[in-house]
C-alpha cells in the first residue's frame, strides 16, 4: 500500500492506540523515518495525549452537590446537634485549604516557640502576664540581634569576596614572585603543580592571601588621619 | 460501595440518600465535561444541576440495555451541552475578543501556588484554551476520550454517530489541538 504524508495523519491515532495491524504499523514507521514533518505531528499529537491523559479532573465547587440535592429533593431540613455546628469540616480537607491551614498552623508554632519561655523549670510565675511579656520582649530582641549579627557577617563575607573578585592582581602578585632556588625537584609555581585555569580559585585557597585583602580591604576604610607610624 | 444498577432502583422507590450517593458519585464526571466544554466555571456550575435535575425527572427512562449508567449521564449531559451551546452562540461572537486575552487574576493565582500544583494548573488552563479553539464536534470527541476517558464504542453511543466518525473525529481533534497549542506557543512534551 502507498503510504502518505495524509494517510499518516488518518491513521495517527490506530498509531497511538496501538491497533494497525503489523504491516501497516511497519509502513507507518518506514514512512516517519523518512519524512520529517510526520515525525514532528507524531511527537506533537503523541506527547499532547499523553499529557491529557494524565490532566487531573477540575475540582467542582463545595457548594455544587448541595444545590443539586436542593435543586432536586428540596431544601433540605437543618443539620442537628454537631453537624450543625461541624458541618464545614469537611470542605477544609480541599488540598488549597489544608495547605493553607498548614501554613497558617506552621507560622503560629513558630511565634509562640519565640515567644513562649524557655526551659524546663517552668513555674506559675511564668505564665504571670507581665513575666510573658517580658519573655516576648527579651525574644524579640535576641532574634533581632542575631538577626542583625547574621546580616552583619554577611556584609564582611561579601565584601571580602567582592575584594577578591575587583583585585585578583593584588593576590597574584606574592604567588607570582620568582621564589628562590629549592633543592627539591617539585616545581616553582603553585601553579605548575596544580594546574588550575581560574586564578581566582587559585587566589582563594590561600589563606594569607585572605587575611591580607581583608587587612587591606579595613585599612582603606580607615580614616586619613590614622596611619601606622613608622618606625 | 453499591453499583449504580441498584442505587437507581432504590432512587425509583423515593430513597433521598440513595440519590444522594447517586449524585456525589458522579458530580465530579458532569463538572468536568461541562467546564472543558464551555471553558466557563460558572456556566459549568449551572449546567451540572441542570443535568443533575434533568438525569431525576427522567431517571425512570433509564435502561442498562442503553450501556452503563455513566454513560446514558453523559448522553445527558452532552445534550444540554448542545442545546447551551446553540443559546449561546451570539454571546460567543462578541466575547472573542476577550478570550483571546490573558486573563490576569488567572496569572496571579498561579503564580501563588507551588510549583507542580502551577504547572498542572498552567497546563490545564492552556488545554482549555486551545480546545475551545476546536469545532464543538472535535472538541467533544476529544474531551470524551482523552479528559473523560470513555472508549470509542461510549462515544459512538453518546454521540450516537458510527464508530469510524468517532475516530476521525478523534484524530482530527488532536491534530488540530497540537497544531493550535503550537501556535500559542504551548509545548505538550
Not at chain 1, 444545590?67 to 429533593?73: N, Q
Not at chain 1, 433540605?76 to 498548614?102: D, S
Not at chain 1, 504571670?128 to 563575607?157: C, E, I, M, W
Not at chain 2, 470524551?144 to 468517532?166: H, K, M, N
Amino acid at each position: 500500500m502507498d503510504w502518505h504524508c495524509t494517510t499518516t495523519e488518518e491513521r495517527l491515532s490506530d498509531f497511538l492506540d496501538g491497533a494497525l495491524s503489523p504491516e501497516d504499523a511497519a509502513a507507518f514507521s518506514a514512512h516517519t523515518a523518512g519524512c520529517a514533518a510526520c515525525t514532528r505531528v507524531v511527537a506533537q499529537v503523541g506527547a499532547l495525549v499523553s499529557r491529557m491523559q494524565q490532566v487531573p479532573p477540575a475540582e467542582e465547587p463545595v457548594h455544587l452537590v448541595g444545590k443539586i440535592l436542593d435543586a432536586t429533593l428540596g431544601p433540605r431540613t437543618p443539620k442537628q446537634g454537631w453537624q450543625q455546628w461541624f458541618g464545614w469540616v469537611p470542605a477544609i480537607w480541599q488540598p488549597r485549604f489544608a495547605m493553607g491551614l498548614a501554613t497558617v498552623a506552621a507560622s503560629l508554632a513558630i511565634l509562640v516557640h519565640a515567644a513562649a519561655p524557655q526551659g524546663r523549670n517552668m513555674s506559675l510565675a511564668d505564665f504571670n502576664p507581665a513575666t510573658l511579656a517580658r519573655t516576648a520582649n527579651r525574644q524579640l530582641h535576641l532574634t533581632y540581634a542575631h538577626g542583625a549579627k547574621f546580616v552583619s557577617d554577611l556584609r564582611v563575607v561579601y565584601e571580602i569576596q567582592s575584594r577578591l573578585g575587583a583585585q585578583p592582581e593584588l593576590m597574584g602578585e606574592p604567588v607570582r614572585e620568582p621564589q628562590p632556588k629549592q633543592p627539591s625537584p617539585e616545581p616553582r609555581d603553585r601553579s605548575e603543580a596544580n594546574p588550575n585555569p581560574h586564578p581566582r580559585h587559585r587566589e582563594a585557597t590561600d589563606g594569607s592571601m585572605l587575611a591580607f585583602a581583608v587587612a587591606n580591604r579595613w585599612s582603606e576604610s580607615l580614616p586619613n588621619n590614622f596611619t601606622r607610624s613608622r618606625p | 460501595m453499591e453499583p449504580d444498577a441498584q442505587l437507581i432502583q432504590f432512587c425509583l422507590r423515593g430513597d433521598g440518600p440513595a440519590w444522594e450517593e447517586l449524585v456525589r458519585r458522579h458530580t465530579r464526571r458532569v463538572y468536568n465535561l461541562c467546564y472543558r466544554f464551555t471553558a466557563n466555571a460558572a456556566a459549568a456550575e449551572d449546567l451540572s444541576q441542570e443535568v443533575f435535575l434533568r438525569v431525576y425527572k427522567t431517571l425512570g427512562s433509564y435502561q442498562p440495555t442503553y450501556g452503563a449508567f455513566p454513560t446514558w449521564l453523559t448522553s445527558v449531559a452532552r445534550n444540554l451541552l448542545v442545546d447551551h451551546y446553540r443559546r449561546t452562540r451570539r454571546d460567543r461572537l462578541t466575547d472573542s475578543l476577550d478570550d483571546a486575552m490573558p486573563k490576569l487574576e488567572e496569572v496571579h493565582s498561579h503564580a501563588r501556588t507551588p510549583d507542580k500544583l502551577a504547572q498542572a494548573a498552567e497546563l490545564s488552563e492552556q488545554l482549555q484554551r486551545g480546545l475551545a479553539k476546536l469545532s464543538p464536534e472535535l472538541r467533544e470527541a476529544v474531551i470524551l476520550r482523552d479528559l473523560q476517558g470513555l472508549d470509542y464504542s461510549e462515544i459512538r453511543t453518546v454521540l450516537q454517530v458510527p464508530e469510524g466518525t468517532v475516530k476521525s473525529r478523534i484524530n482530527r481533534g488532536r491534530i488540530e489541538l497540537a497544531r493550535v497549542l503550537e501556535e500559542m506557543g504551548v509545548r505538550p512534551a
